[in-house]
């Protein structure tokens, strides 16, 4: 098949909107869709610092690439930031992807790790906390923990954006799990743009959320991006994986399903935003001084809680 636009060889077949693509159109494709939803959201201002959070797999090295295209014709700061869990076997080798990534675009690359800021590596965490029904799931520490370090590296970088890359298809399953789950509260605070909810908080963007995921692999692949493609050990989100495989089919039916739930879901947003988005108030944590809703925030619950559990497990070795 040719090309729709210049009449060379396809390569890649968008059945959304039944048009072909070569190498060079793909990725002006893949980089437009990027550049629009920056500018429609107006996520990132000129001169700003940008920070990207890179775990080396292949939204976020995506990401960091067309980021590090993006900023040569308008202007703005980038760092990108990993956020290391200390999970044997994966984690070290994705960070090794994200730092080699960083180092061939000339972005400054910061590694923040769970040890030095929690104490604790997300595998000792597992272990400390003993088997699975004692403890909630290891994704409930690793999230919250990554949040929460994320936003202390934001900050101590002086960063004014946080880039997260999350994809079309990310997007539409959180979507629906909300909906599904009836937490519609949820789908009020985060939403296709940023808000500075508090002086405290990094706003987050998400500039690959009109990306489908096959885009993102395929763009890799063609522009020889390395990308760590191993799945987290402790990944075991099985709704998920379902609403997935669903969308998957669905799209494959009905081609245009995904970018009509994101449209739904954006044309929503702003009415849900107004009813939920204000029930939130914010303190300061009384340990970390990080936002939160409570007296202490989530992050420094979890902490104490490990740390607890693993003074008692020394005191009864010693005994
Ligand atoms: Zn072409
Ligand atoms: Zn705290």
Known sequence: MKCSKCGREAIYFARYEGRYYCHKHFNELVEGKVKRTIRKYRMIKRGEKVGVAVSGGKDSVVLMHILAKLRKKFPFELVAITIDEGIKGY???????????????GVEHHIYRFKDFIGFTLDETVEIMGPREERVGACSYCGVWRRWLLNKAAEELGVDKLALGLNLDDEVQVFLMNLMRGDVARLGRTGPYYEVIHEG????????????????????????????????????????????????????????????????????????AKTYAKEVKLNRCKICGQPTSGEICKACQFRLQVKEKSENLKFSLTK
């Open 91 to 105: 984690r070290d080798k994705s960070v090794e992807v994200a730092r080699k990534n960083a180092e061939l675009l």
């Open 201 to 272: 908080l990094v706003p987050r963007i998400k500039p690959l959320r009109e990306v489908p995921e096959k885009e993102i692999v395929l763009y890799a692949v063609l522009n020889n991006i390395e990308v760590d493609l191993s799945e987290c050990p402790y990944a075991t989100e099985a709704f998920r994986a379902e609403i997935r495989d669903w969308l998957n089919e669905m799209e494959e039916k009905h081609p245009g399903t995904k970018y009509q739930l994101l449209r739904s879901y954006d044309k929503i947003f702003p009415l849900l």
